[in-house]
């Protein structure tokens, strides 16, 4: 039988990277056909689904990251990890943020003011997400790739199992 080849690691929370990126995506949609054109059950049901693959999937991801990549990361460099993680923090908090708009719009009345703060709370999470997912594609993941060994790779990949 032949050797099973180890995940890259990168490649793996890159393509993540980009199926949140679609989430986000189509989250703004929904928020903004909120906006411009009022409640409707279709809109709110992609915002749903949107805040929830967020909650989830994201956080299995942010976990990946912090419990196999940064600790073997933190090995070769000082610092990136540190404010990796204190944006993890933040993104969770604004996440948690929109998640009690977005149900205060199914628990009561809808209003413009219910509405208008799931835009606003949306706008602040897919800025943060967006802005977070370029640091890592465009920072911390080259520097995983210059910096760490294929050994340290193979490591990270089997802590992420």
């Known amino acids: ?7 890259d690691p990168i490649a793996r929370f890159m393509q993540e990277h980009d199926v949140t990126l679609m ?5 703004n949609r929904a928020t903004r056909a909120l906006a411009e054109q009022g409640y409707s059950e279709e809109a ?3 915002v749903r689904t949107a805040v929830h693959f967020l909650a989830a999937e994201v956080g299995e991801h942010n976990s990946h990251e ?3 990549l940064f600790p073997v990361l933190d090995r070769y460099v000082e610092g990136p990890t540190r ?3 204190a944006e993890h923090k933040e993104l ?3 996440l948690r943020k929109l998640q009690t708009a977005v149900r205060n719009v199914r628990s009561s009345r809808v209003s413009a003011a219910a509405l ?14 967006v802005n977070h997912i370029h640091k890592e ?4 993941f080259p520097l995983v790739q210059k910096f760490l060994t294929r050994d340290a790779l193979r490591e990270i990949a089997r802590r992420m199992v």
């Open 1 to 7: 039988m032949a050797a099973r080849r180890p995940i």
């Open 23 to 27: 989430h986000l995506s189509a989250l």
């Open 44 to 46: 709110m049901a992609r």
């Open 66 to 68: 912090e419990e196999a």
């Open 83 to 85: 404010m990796m993680r």
């Open 92 to 94: 969770k908090r604004e």
């Open 116 to 129: 208008r703060a799931v835009r606003e709370r949306a706008q602040i999470v897919l800025q943060r997400f």
């Open 137 to 140: 594609n465009n920072i911390l």
